[in-house]
């Protein structure tokens, strides 16, 4: 059996994205997220109405991001809500709700711009459908990112076609490795977004999509287990068809991330484990639970086995 090496600096028993962030930056870095009034072809008509049956973007878009608010001033609100907290002295812009590169390319631009002119921003980061990243949009990310750090985040969510399907994601999963291959050595760090427990996913379905992925041209990942939320066309779903679901137990959840890390390829970056929607807007599962304790539950199951990412990994 293989048995490869740790290959990252640093304490976790997987490539910690948080440790790279502190090396690459000298100062303290905090995201800040933007509402910039974006929509996305998924809700508009343009590829279907619904959108993904499980979206709510309310669930995660801080109080003081509002698209009627101009961008320097939802960065501005935004230092000042994280700055207690964290005391971070430097920013990224977070485009992060609904896809952050679908419209009039003289908007986005104007939109890039003004958050890249804030004094505290040094860099941008991009949340985008895999069919939403046109050719004149992604070279003018090339082109700022001679100059700023900037990063785009792939809503990828799983490389089964079926429950990308059963989701109505609107789009295929070669689309989305064919997206990655073409944003790949641009100076651009790409990130993937991925989601276990969707719809007709079994264990080892999530394991090769996350095998699978791992071995594309990108840098980071984030993991998130399906969350069942309220407003949702998922909801409906879960009432009238539970049976289509399986929600993770938290146990299981940590198991099937052991099996993922030991797996996949040891130089992609792991971003998040969870996603931690407010209670209030949850159906299920609920764990109550913060990333940063998930993390160390993970870490230590990793080191009592005297495993780590990409321990079995097949380049
Ligand atoms: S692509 Fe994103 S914003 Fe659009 S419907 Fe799906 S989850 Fe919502």
Known sequence: MIDNKKTWEGNRQFNDFGSYFKKRFTERIQKVAIDAGFTCPNRDGT????????CNNNSFNPAYCNP????????????????????????????????????????IKALY?????????????????????????????????KKHYVAIEYGVESANNKALEAVNRGHSYELAEETILRTANKGINIGVH?????????????????????????????????QVLKNTAMETEYKNHPERFS??????????????????????????????????????PKWGIKNYEFVNKL?????????????????
């Open 47 to 54: 590829v279907s109405i619904g959108g993904c049956t499980y």
């Open 68 to 107: 009627k608010k101009t961008i320097s001033t939802q960065i501005d609100e935004g230092i000042d809500f994280f700055y207690a907290k964290y005391k971070a002295q430097k920013y990224l812009a977070y485009f992060q709700a609904y896809s952050n590169t679908y419209g009039e390319f003289d908007k």
């Open 113 to 145: 711009d003004e958050a890249l002119s804030h004094p505290k921003v040094v860099g941008l980061v991009v949340a985008t459908r895999p069919d939403c990243m046109y050719q004149i949009v992604l070279d003018y990310l090339e082109k700022l990112a």
């Open 194 to 226: 991925l989601i276990n427990g969707l719809p007709y996913e079994t264990k080892d379905s999530m394991l090769e999509s996350a095998i699978k992925i791992s071995k594309l041209p990108i840098d980071s990942i984030k993991f998130h287990q399906l």
């Open 247 to 284: 929600l993770f137990h938290m146990e299981d959840y940590l198991n099937l991330m052991v099996d993922i890390i030991e797996q996949m390829n040891p130089n992609i970056m792991i971003e998040r484990f969870i996603n931690q929607a407010p209670l209030d807007w949850v159906i299920g």
């Open 299 to 315: 870490d230590n199951i990793l080191k009592a086995r005297n495993s780590w990412q990409g321990k079995y990994f097949k380049g």
